[in-house]
């Protein structure tokens, strides 16, 4: 959040991006473990409200976190296929998931911290922005992402 | 062995197998050093004994360590004249020799954990010990200062030098591949040790032994097949090194996790292949099946450890508290071959520890106090481990004073956790259980040992956290008696799988009780009680949870009910689901950081169709339905009250049955003093409640079809009403158990009735004991102690009820 313009150079990297109600977001490549297409999944009652459900991937049982409801959006509905982006935490694999999947982008500039004007759950997910030829790509801060409020 | 590996890993490698043996070898000189003080003429474990002080004596000089060589030397000395029978045993050696095993045990930490010894002096030890092996018989038991275990220096006290280096001086000295003739090499070292004043023992007796006589001296040492020195190690023990092979803890986990999901599979390969008739799999996967359950079998045995790695540490436990209280506790310990998986070993050793201590302080007598009552002086402490159905049944019984039951009584009273009238009513049964309820200690004073508050709540609550039962039996003078029972592994569960809210759920079968399935033709239904359902099975009454509700989804709604009834913290209830289906082996896996601290899940599992299922904990589910939510609701189950379950399940207490508002209620006969009628005049107004005077004193009054009602309100002001209408008001005069007197005001006295079941807590309402079963109507037993309320704030209760005898 207080990331200065120095940053710059230390963000510089690729990200995999993805879009959220038609927003660009994106985070860092080497957090992602792999990308599936949408899972069935097993809902899990009494848990937080942005855990939409479970995944079998491979065995590995998976937490889909639902990333539209950690933004504080409408979640999709089952039938719109949510993709998953999988990550490797240390409490386990978790699934991000995302209306779609983008590109992996090879950014080394443009870099700014979130205006200070953020407000609700961007405020403190959004990492940084990167300016890009046609829109600005909001760089998730994955550990804030997956730490779900109860 | 490990001897062939490639040269640059050996010293370190020869290092840590001289550790793992040398601890094990510490455990298990404690353990004969301890059977040596009961039976001191034991020739064949002095010489034991003598064998592994020997072999780390041996070793350590070998491997370059000093300090240990040299004190291992001291106390080998002694024992090897003890052996011989020049010496006696006497306690002051046998507490020389404790005391040098701590002080092995502390230099042999320090190795571990600095790979070196540290500058120490160990002269003190060393000086006593040579002492004690200079005396003769007829002086033995002398007034040679005697450091007690305790006063040995432990491992944090020991200064690191900087200085020690060269301490290791390994690899060298070890060719390893050749056939080294090891046992010369250290006996050569023995030989050139510190001066001993008794070296009598041959060294080199090292070889593969047979536990028969002593070897003989002029038997040439025979270089053993397996050249590594540390084979000679392992040899102290016969027969072992060739039958086993040391395995990484780590890799076993690897494999039981691996294992776990060839489990899956196979599950999964079987649905598959059932569904098709004439498959040319279906043999093929009948040998999968068969194989992988096997493999499932084994592998899970490769985990297993027998008991004794936790009870190994007792007899030294028990022989340093015995010494520390005045007692003389014998320690027997039986089935010490009993397997378990090693997380279960884990999770039961403080546990386990915890009930040896209080055994030892609290259950064993003073000698004379044992002798007094007709005992011998020593205390025995048995311990027993033994398979039963599929679980691990663990015993510890002692011949002690068994448990005060009075002074639990009275104990449980004056920790307000229970009332007092409601004490004197538990059966002795009920009242042993009191010793669960968190924060209960009798230990009139707090000791060093036990008594400290934390007690047998948490053991309870470790022994139930791996799905355990702990049971305690105890009679006056007999001694107590605790029994354990626990599953043999965690990760593979037996569970039931079941339908709720159109998810499957996995409940598993150790809470399992019954299945029962209601439909139109069974005639028999749910019934509820205060809005709560419940369900008579066999004349009780059980509660109900909606499981489905519990989850958080609407409340199941199907034509049948099917109840699962499971017990948790001994208290059964009936979990109503959509659908029952198989029970299956399920792996268990942990929950994700995301759902950890959701009481009523245990895990997750994968089923055989691939998908993902949560794995149900009962005791949470319980919690978190209210069933158990406090130490004396959990007592309330069958300790509600004054009233006592006969063997027959019903029983005789008397109640008195009155109507109010259209309901039959009961009030507990003891508690009710008198029944009068009261003119409405007399009720007065004072503060927020209703009053009257009685025998010069002001009785408050309490209508219970606020009760009835379900609500403040509405009963109080269709009762001030009534009260209006009538004359004179019906009111039971009752005592609570702090000694106040209340009047209830009632519509009309019914009856007193004696036989009724037991009351059940269901999903309790305030003001209620429970339901029960009265003369064929399911009735409220009112909970006097509940009304009103004696201490200051809680009159607000009762005027609060009311608000209808203000308007």
């Not at chain 2, 840590?16 to 003429?41: C, G, H, K, T």
């Not at chain 2, 709560?532 to 509700?549: I, K, M, Q, S, T």
Request: proline share 7%.
């Amino acid at each position: 959040m207080s990331t200065k313009t120095t940053a710059a150079e230390t963000m510089a990297g690729q990200y995999c991006t993805f879009f959220i109600d038609a927003k660009l977001y994106g985070i860092d490549v080497n957090e992602v473990q792999e990308v599936i297409v949408h899972q069935e999944m097993t809902p899990a009652p009494l848990a937080p409200p942005a855990v939409r459900g479970l995944i079998n991937l491979r065995g590995q049982v998976v937490i889909a976190i639902d990333l539209r409801t950690v933004l504080g959006l409408a979640s999709l509905a089952d039938a719109e296929l949510a993709t998953n982006i999988v990550i490797g935490s240390d409490g386990g694999a978790v699934s991000l998931l995302v209306d779609e999947i983008g590109d992996v982008l090879d950014l080394d500039s443009g870099f700014e911290p979130p205006p200070r004007t953020l407000k609700g759950p961007h405020r403190h997910l959004v990492r940084a922005v990167c300016r890009l030829p046609d829109c600005v790509l909001h760089i998730l801060d994955v550990n804030a992402a997956i730490a779900v409020q109860r | 062995m490990d001897g062939t590996e490639p040269e640059e890993g050996i010293d370190n490698e020869i290092l840590q197998e001289f550790l793992v043996e040398s601890f094990e070898n510490m455990a298990q000189l404690d353990l004969d050093l301890v059977a040596l003080e009961e039976a001191p003429d034991d020739a064949e474990r002095l010489r034991s004994v003598f064998r592994t002080v020997h072999t780390i004596k041996g070793v350590s000089g070998f491997l370059g360590f000093e300090a240990l060589e040299k004190v291992a030397h001291a106390g080998e000395s002694l024992l090897a004249r003890v052996r011989d029978g020049e010496l006696a045993l006497t306690p002051p050696r046998s507490s020389a020799l404790f005391a040098l095993v701590d002080v092995l045990k502390a230099i042999l930490t320090h190795i571990e954990g600095a790979g070196r010894e540290g500058e120490r002096d160990d002269s003190e030890l060393i000086a006593l010990l040579e002492t004690l092996s200079c005396e003769d018989n007829a002086r033995a038991p002398g007034p040679a200062p005697v450091p007690v275990p305790e006063a040995v220096p432990v491992p944090e006290a020991v200064p690191v030098a900087e200085t020690v280096p060269e301490a290791v001086p390994v690899p060298e000295a070890v060719p390893v591949p050749e056939a080294v003739p090891v046992p010369e090499a250290a006996a050569g070292a023995l030989r050139s040790g510190t001066a001993g004043t008794a070296w009598t023992a041959p060294a080199w007796h090292l070889g593969p032994e047979t536990p028969g006589p002593e070897p003989v001296a002029s038997t040439p040492p025979q270089p053993t097949p397996a050249p590594a020195p540390v084979a000679s190690v392992a040899e102290a023990r016969p027969g072992v090194a060739d039958a086993h092979v040391r395995v990484d803890v780590g890799v076993l986990d690897e494999m039981m996790d691996l294992v776990g999901e060839l489990v899956l599979a196979r599950n999964q390969i079987l649905q598959h292949v059932s569904s098709q008739s004439d498959s040319p799999l279906t043999a093929p996967t009948q040998r999968l099946n068969l194989i992988t359950s096997e493999l499932q079998e084994r592998v899970m045995k490769t985990r297993m450890q027998p008991i004794l790695n936790v009870w190994s540490l007792f007899p030294r436990t028990v022989r340093d508290l015995a010494v520390a209280c005045g007692k003389q506790v014998r320690l027997e310990l039986e089935g010490q071959d009993t397997e378990l998986d090693r997380t279960i070993i884990e999770a039961i050793r403080d546990p386990l520890t915890h009930l040896v201590r209080n055994s030892v302080d609290h259950g064993i007598e003073l000698p004379e106090d044992r002798v007094a009552a007709g005992k011998p002086a020593q205390g025995r402490l048995l311990l027993r481990a033994f398979h039963e159905g599929g679980r691990v049944n663990i015993e510890m019984i002692d011949d002690g004073a068994g448990i005060d039951i009075e002074r639990v009584r009275r104990t449980a009273v004056e920790r307000r956790l229970v009332g007092a009238d409601k004490a004197a009513a538990l059966t002795d049964r009920e009242v042993v259980d009191l010793l669960f309820v968190p924060g209960f200690s009798t230990a009139p004073a707090v000791t060093n040992i036990s008594g400290r508050g934390v007690g047998m709540d948490v053991v309870k609550t470790n022994i139930e956290k791996i799905g355990g039962v702990i049971d305690i039996t105890t009679g006056p003078g007999q001694g107590t008696s605790v029994t354990i029972k626990i599953p043999l592994t965690l990760a593979i569960i037996p569970a039931l799988l079941v339908t709720s809210g159109g998810q499957r759920y996995a409940l598993p079968q150790v809470n399992l009780l019954e299945l029962v399935r209601l439909d139109e033709s069974t005639g028999s239904h749910v019934e509820y009680v205060g809005g709560v359902p419940v369900y008579r099975l066999r004349g009780r009454l059980l509660p109900l949870v909606d499981l489905a509700e519990q989850l958080g989804g609407p409340p199941t709604t199907a034509a049948e009910t099917t109840i699962v009834v499971v017990q948790s913290d001994g208290q059964a209830f009936g979990l109503i689901v959509d659908d029952v289906h198989d029970t299956e082996e399920i792996v268990v896996k942990p929950l994700g950081e995301q759902l950890k601290g959701i009481p009523a899940l245990a895990g997750v599992t994968i089923m055989g169709d691939g998908r993902v299922a949560l794995i149900l904990d009962v005791t949470g589910l319980a919690h978190q339905a209210g069933l158990t939510a406090g130490a004396e609701q959990a007592l309330g189950a069958s300790a509600a009250g004054p009233v006592e379950a006969q063997a027959d399940g019903t029983t005789v207490e008397p109640l008195l049955l009155v109507m109010v508002g259209g309901s039959q209620l009961a009030l507990p006969q003891v508690n009710v003093d008198r029944i009068e009628e009261v003119p409405a005049s007399a009720v007065e107004r004072a503060g927020d409640y209703d009053a009257v005077q009685y025998r010069g004193t002001i009785m408050p009054l309490v209508h219970l079809s606020d009760y009835v009602a379900g609500g403040a309100g509405s009963g109080a002001v269709a009762a001030a009403a009534a009260a209006a209408a009538a004359a004179s008001l019906q009111v039971v005069v009752v005592n609570k158990s702090a000694g106040q007197r209340l009047g209830l005001v009632v519509d009309n006295v019914v009856d007193i009735v004696e036989g009724y079941s037991a009351p059940v807590r269901s999903t309790a309402r305030h003001g209620t004991l429970g339901s029960a079963i009265v003369a064929g109507h399911i009735t409220d037993v009112v909970d006097i102690d509940a009304l009103g309320g004696s201490q200051g704030g809680r009159w607000g209760t009762v005027g609060s009820l009311q608000p209808g005898a203000a308007a």
